[in-house]
């Protein structure tokens, strides 16, 4: 209980203070990350807990945190915690009113919440109302700025977000339709264990039905194509540490529900053929729409978020190709929360001193911000499956189940794709690293305390990359088997 | 007089369709809050004759609330978003409006023949209901993609949640009364949200027309 | 049952003038006026038949033949149609198909005609028509054909029957649906608001009476009463294959003056709606007319499919 208080409770916390809080001071910012951080040291003990004793529930069943579960609740920490640190509540930023930063402070922390909640709440429809939630909080969050392109960004988000998530509710009562007739009418009954529990003797006609429904309606959230056309709107008109929380976790916890469904659905039917194969085909349709939008980007946010578009493909992939996919894809899952939050946060810094997200306009990064430039070109060579980062690794680990599982010509496919991405952002990346500086850029890195977040992540990224430390390998383990 | 009940609900579910096919056929932005309003009150009695037929208590609190919410606080939000932005007519709709009705024939169709394994399996006797819920929903997300207006959106996007009520009641017998509680106030706030965000638009353009909104490409 | 098809075309001929006068009273007492007698329609048409006929000398033999053709069909369909008695072992009294089929010839001589004399007003109402007849016939089809799904029979007698068998099923989908669009149907074929405006000569947007602007005398008095007709085959049509109680099912004479007592409320009770409905919308624009017509054939194709798949 005392776990989850402090889990959940610090972003809520975090969010009462900022309401509270008149006039709104800058150094409430730092209560903020304060309280991430304490939200994330409770998310590492969920995890110790979880290796020592296996899954266990807390409020009375309410919550349970099991190693998918803690997995995700881990990175969301983390990712959150990073965003907080390097968010625009900390320090001086002169784009935002006060009036603004006071709605930023509100909704994040209630967006990281609603985050929290769906990966470790037991309940299905609950899950739901949380990922509902987090649509609506980071809708707002995206039309922050007030200009006309983030406000259309945001109506795009919300509205396609909105109907798609509408759709995940169908598949859910209508799966609910042979829970309730065996569980009864009673709020247990959509606990993820009892539905995991009734689901041998579940209708597997009506099934097929509620999963396609399920997996179009997270699948929208969770940028996969073709329902993806919201995703580089909104994270590219987004502020930074919001892009950064979008893109690094928002999407992986909405592909968490997919699994959830999938775990289901998978026992219903007495096989994972037919999940696998609808979710290989969202995955590579999702590779092969973001592949080919990297190479003609113009703008350096919206090649990050296609990035995202990509990354999502690549674990519905992976989720696709039996446990030793899960497990590359539950690997991927945290590398590439690590990899894309740090580099849309190096991103915003760009920004904030180009003026510009053109591409075109961007040149001589090298000599302008020699720091910020060096961790913005590892970041994104991370992105593209280069050594010595974790997410050549978990790339090389979704090949191999690929080659594995007798996919053989999928995973050739696969493998093409992710070539045609590499191009697509080495190109873009060279043209911002080299040339000339433009006049009106002024040269050298603002403080070295702006860069320190995206060090850490760099070092866990190559400490990924060198081998997969024990315990996260223990808990990915328990995730593919299902545990 | 019982075997009338299922036809009754069915009976509701299709006015619930009906409803939800107005707004590809008018063009008049007020006409569709009054199709929604009637939407919202056939979803109520079919819930409430659904809580009726099967004795379950919750619906008629469900039932209640959708009239209550749905069927008044929403429409009257609606009317004054209305007021205040000035959207009176949808004037180029996407696609013309014999097409997009016969869309929404065709989603229909699909609709039916995508639950006819669920529906045969399905014990409950409103299934044959079931089919016209997700035809709603169906149809509700083309009026979402193909109304240029923001409210006209707001709108589908409301009458694909009564649809989602109405799978939940006629298939199901509605969720848990907590979840449903949930729902309203996850709804309320979806709402709430989505009439900022229509500020903003009208704030940042002048106008609510989505056409306008095409700064961002590719 | 050739004495049930003559009972039928002598009630539709008597009582169909009357319906046509009924709706033009109410629709007066609703505006504020006084109005005509409901039985005024037949005094018209008794004066019409003693007038002489003035035919344009442009115009052909089709000119002259079709108020009788006109006439002809729509009273062998009111002879087809179950308006009081729908007896069981009779298969082929009043087929679908040949119901439909005889509306759209006599339209289609209508159109004909309308064009043959070479007014201008002539040949825009025939076009027109044919516009509306195009979308509405085959509406009117599927309408009926989404009852006579269940019913398994295209037989109108069969699907009053059935739906007297099991009442519960006029309460389904199929049933309500393909009513909503027999209504729309029964709106612009019968030429009313708010497709087309009966009581008016004198606007662009006219359908039927550009049509028969060239008609006089009994061919008029022809084309009045076919029209009158056509309207009553509607009503018919709505109130007894979607609210078939009081039908005669066998042909005793208790049985049939009650069936004559039921429809001839039922009929009442639409033509009031009918009435207040006319009152209450303007007419639409002509180009919209095929938005309300789609809408209707949409509603039609989702009876059918509801009563199809929806079993």
Known sequence: MILVILLIGSPLAAAAVAVLARPYRRALG????????????????????????????????????DPLAVLLTVCVAF?????????????????????????????????????????????????????????????????????????????????????????????????????????????????????VAAAPSMHPQVLRLAFVFILVGYGTKAGIAPMHTWLPDAHSEAPASISALMSGVLLAVSTYAVMRWKAVVDVALGGALYSN???????????????????????????????????????????????????????????????????????????????????RRVSGLLTAMPATAVLFAAGLFALIGAPPFGLFVSEIRLVAAGFATGRTLLTIGVLALLVVAF??????????????????????????????????????LVALGLGVPAPLHALLVAVAEGR | MEAAFPQLCILGAS????????????????????????????????TALVGYMAHIRELYIVAALIVAIRGML?????????????????????????????????????????????????????????????????????????????????????????????????????????????????????????????????????TTDVEQLSRLKH | MVVTAFLHGLVALLV????????????????????????????????????????????????????????????????????????????????????????????????????????????MGSSREMTVAALTEPTMAIAIFALALPAGSTDLGQIVRRTLEMPTSALGPGHVLAFAAL???????????????????????????????EYSGPYLALVEWASALKLFVFCVLLANLFVPWGVALSANPTAIVVGIAAVLLKVAVIAVALAVFETRVAKLRLFRVPELLSASFVLSVVAVVSAFLGR
């Open chain 1, 30 to 65: 730092v209560v903020t990350a304060v309280l991430s951080t304490a939200s994330l040291g409770a998310a590492l003990f969920a995890w110790a807990r979880v290796l020592r004793e296996g899954t266990f529930t807390a409020a009375s069943g309410g919550f349970r945190f």
């Open chain 1, 79 to 195: 990712v959150s915690a990073l965003a907080a640190w390097m968010s625009p509540l900390i320090g001086s930023r002169e784009e935002y009113t006060d009036a603004q930063l006071r709605m930023l402070g509100i909704l994040v922390n209630v967006f990281v919440a609603g985050m929290l909640v769906a990966v470790t709440v037991n309940n299905l429809a609950i899950m739901w109302v949380a990922i509902e939630s987090t649509t609506m909080a980071s809708a707002l969050l995206v039309a922050i700025p007030r200009t006309k392109a983030s406000v259309e960004a945001s109506w795009k988000y919300l509205l396609i977000g909105a109907v798609g998530i509408a759709l995940a509710f169908a598949g859910t009562v209508l799966s609910y339709v042979d829970v309730r007739q065996q569980l009864g009418p009673v709020p247990s009954a959509l606990h993820w264990d009892a539905v």
């Open chain 1, 277 to 359: 194969r609808l979710l290989l085909t969202f995955g590579f349709l999702s590779l092969l729409v973001a592949a080919f939008s990297l190479v003609v980007q113009r703008s350096y946010k919206r090649m990050l978020a296609y990035s995202s578009v990509e990354h999502s493909g690549l674990i519905w992939l992976g989720l696709g190709l039996g446990p030793a996919g899960t497990f590359a894809a539950m690997l991927h899952v945290a590398n590439h929360a690590i990899g894309k939050s740090m580099l849309f946060l190096l991103a915003g810094r760009i920004l904030q001193r180009y003026g510009t997200t053109d591409l």
């Open chain 1, 423 to 460: 191009v697509g952002m080495l190109r873009a990346l060279n043209h911002m690293l080299f040339g000339p500086v433009p006049d009106e850029v002024t040269v050298g890195e603002a403080r070295a305390s702006e860069v320190w977040p995206a060090l850490v992540c760099i070092g866990l």
């Open chain 2, 15 to 46: 006015a619930v369709l009906l409803a939800a096919i107005i707004p590809l056929w008018r063009r008049h932005v007020p006409a569709y809050i009054v199709a929604f309003q009637w939407q919202s009150f056939a979803l109520a009695f079919v």
């Open chain 2, 74 to 206: 929403f429409v009257r939000l609606l009317r004054k978003l209305q007021a205040r932005v000035g959207e009176i007519t949808e004037l180029k709709p996407l696609v013309n409006i014999p097409t997009s009705l016969l869309i929404a024939a065709t989603l229909v169709v699909i609709a039916y023949a995508a639950t006819r394994p669920a529906v045969l399996v399905a014990s409950s006797p409103t299934r044959g209901a079931m089919p016209l819920a997700i035809a709603v929903i169906l149809v509700s997300m083309f009026t979402v993609a193909s109304r240029k207006t923001a409210i006209g959106q707001v709108i589908g996007f409301l009458m694909l949640e009564n649809g989602i009520a109405l799978l939940s009641a006629v298939a199901s017998y509605g969720v848990p009364l907590t979840v449903e509680l949930g729902l309203f106030l996850d709804a309320l706030l979806g709402f709430l949200v989505m009439q900022i965000l229509v500020f903003h638009i009208h704030d940042a353009f002048d």
């Open chain 3, 16 to 123: 169909a003038p009357a319906l046509v006068g009924l709706i033009r009273w109410v629709k007066a007492r609703l505006q504020s006026r006084r109005g005509a007698a409901p039985w005024q329609p037949y005094r018209e048409l008794a004066k019409l038949l003693r007038k002489e006929r003035v035919v344009s000398q442009h115009a052909s033999w089709v000119f002259r033949v079709t108020p009788y053709i006109l006439f002809g069909t729509t009273l062998v369909v009111s002879c087809l149609i179950p308006t009081v008695l729908a007896p069981t072992g009779v298969q082929v009294f009043g087929d679908l198909i040949a119901v439909v089929y005889l509306l759209i010839l006599g339209t289609f001589w209508l159109a004909l005609a309308g064009l043959d004399p070479g007014s201008a007003f002539g040949g």
């Open chain 3, 183 to 213: 209504f729309i149907v029964t709106l612009a074929e019968s030429g009313r608001l708010p497709v087309d405006n009966p009581s008016t000569h004198l606007e662009l947007t006219m359908i039927h009476e550009a049509m028969v602007l």
